[in-house]
């Protein structure tokens, strides 16, 4: 190989790398962006660990619904304008397009055999991919008529499926849609279900919330929180707060509260955004993707199991979703609006996804 030859190889290798690898500031430890709210608190993060920006992309246009699949060692995510799914190898960083098209798809999960189940939104079901290629519809109406459109999702250990269906994501398509806004009319009042996967009849555990969006366990399994982001379309009727429940008999809810509010004071000025997705890790502790209020406010925010508000991820994007993954279960990957950034924390994640 000729010089010439070989620096323009060179060249080619390096534009392909810098498409995985960022380019980012050095970080002074700890990382200012990891923010602690409560004195003597700041156990959640090493003291050198950085955030991490893993991917981004000006062609990726919401970035949602992460999920880590431990027998494959990805991560998948949703991008739902786009429709289709990415995978980001844990081996090599390597990222590539696993689903196009998605169905518009949101969330996304594992059950416990390993299979990936997606939330979609167009049309409104859920669908779970088999290990053999083919694909199950799992869910696409209740009582006769149509889910709103799938959101997000959790496993119980019994093998249910519990999930919520604001009816976000018709991006004009619906009937009743507004083209302009990407309101969507729902078909029937948003609800939390949970799919009895030995009979595989669907349940409506609770319409309590204006839309319930993002949805997990309890450590125990004994509750079940959900981000409520109804003010999005109910405006002041609809309080933005994660609300928490208890469960019954591993099949229902009961004892509906508010669990956190999504209000905050930022240097004298009190802010209230929405939290997207949530997760729980194995201390009880809650962990919501935040955003819609601005610098300092949006990013990940983190709550101590009595609901007080201890800790904070600052992102310069809105962070719509997280989950707990890699080998040990104790990296935080976010998704937020054109990026998919990581951090590694001191705790590991309640459940696998």
């Known amino acids: 190989m000729d010089r010439r030859t070989f620096i323009k190889a060179g060249a080619t290798f390096a534009v392909?790398?810098?498409?995985?690898?960022?380019?980012?500031e050095s970080v002074r430890y700890p990382d200012p962006r990891l923010v602690s709210l409560t004195p003597g608190f700041g156990g959640l993060f090493p003291p050198t660990t950085p955030l991490q920006r893993l991917y981004s992309s000006e062609d990726m246009l919401w970035a949602e619904g992460p999920a880590w699949s431990g027998w494959g060692n990805y991560l998948v995510w949703s991008d739902i304008p786009n429709n289709r799914q990415h995978r980001w190898l844990n081996d090599n960083a390597e990222v590539t397009v696993l689903?196009?098209?998605?169905?518009?798809?949101?969330?996304?999960?594992?059950?416990?055999?390993?299979?990936?189940?997606?939330?979609?939104?167009?049309?409104?079901?859920?669908?779970?991919y088999e290990t053999d290629g083919s694909e199950t519809v799992l869910a696409d109406s209740f009582d006769g008529t149509s889910l709103n459109g799938p959101n997000d999702g959790v496993i119980h250990p019994n093998g249910d499926l519990w999930f919520s269906d604001p009816g976000y994501g018709g991006l004009g398509d619906y009937e009743g849609g507004d083209a302009n806004t990407g309101s969507v009319q729902p078909y029937q009042k948003e609800s939390i279900f949970r799919l009895d996967m030995r009979s595989a009849?669907?349940?409506k555990v609770s319409d309590e919330s204006f839309k319930p969006n993002g949805v997990c366990f309890s450590p125990?399994?004994?509750?079940?929180?959900?981000?409520?982001?109804?003010?999005?379309?109910?405006?002041?009727?609809?309080?933005?707060?994660?609300?928490?429940?208890?469960?019954?008999?591993?099949?229902?809810?009961?004892n509906g509260r508010t669990f956190a509010?999504?209000?905050?004071?930022?240097?004298?000025?009190?802010?209230?955004?929405?939290?997207?997705?949530?997760?729980?890790?194995?201390?009880?502790?809650?962990?919501?993707?935040?955003?819609?209020?601005?610098?300092?406010?949006?990013?990940?925010?983190?709550?101590?199991?009595?609901?007080?508000?201890?800790?904070?991820?600052?992102?310069?994007?809105?962070?719509?979703?997280?989950?707990?993954?890699?080998?040990?279960?104790?990296?935080?990957?976010?998704?937020?609006?054109?990026?998919?950034?990581?951090?590694?924390?001191?705790?590991?994640?309640?459940?696998?996804?």
Not at 103 to 109: A, E, L, P, Q, R
Not at 225 to 254: F, K
């Open 16 to 24: 392909a790398a810098s498409s995985r690898i960022l380019a980012q």
């Open 99 to 128: 689903r196009s098209p998605s169905n518009f798809s949101n969330g996304n999960t594992f059950d416990l055999s390993g299979r990936q189940i997606s939330f979609e939104h167009y049309p409104p079901r859920v669908r779970r």
């Open 201 to 203: 009849r669907l349940h």
């Open 220 to 254: 125990d399994y004994t509750k079940l929180y959900a981000a409520d982001t109804g003010a999005s379309h109910y405006g002041e009727a609809a309080p933005s707060v994660i609300r928490v429940w208890d469960v019954v008999n591993e099949s229902q809810l009961a």
């Open 261 to 353: 509010s999504m209000s905050m004071e930022i240097d004298g000025e009190v802010r209230t955004g929405f939290a997207d997705g949530i997760r729980c890790d194995a201390n009880g502790f809650i962990w919501a993707g935040a955003g819609w209020a601005g610098e300092g406010y949006d990013g990940v925010h983190v709550f101590n199991p009595d609901g007080e508000r201890v800790a904070q991820i600052l992102l310069p994007e809105v962070c719509a979703n997280l989950c707990f993954g890699g080998p040990r279960r104790n990296r935080l990957f976010m998704t937020a609006s054109q990026s998919l950034y990581a951090v590694y924390t001191n705790v590991k994640g309640a459940h696998f996804c």
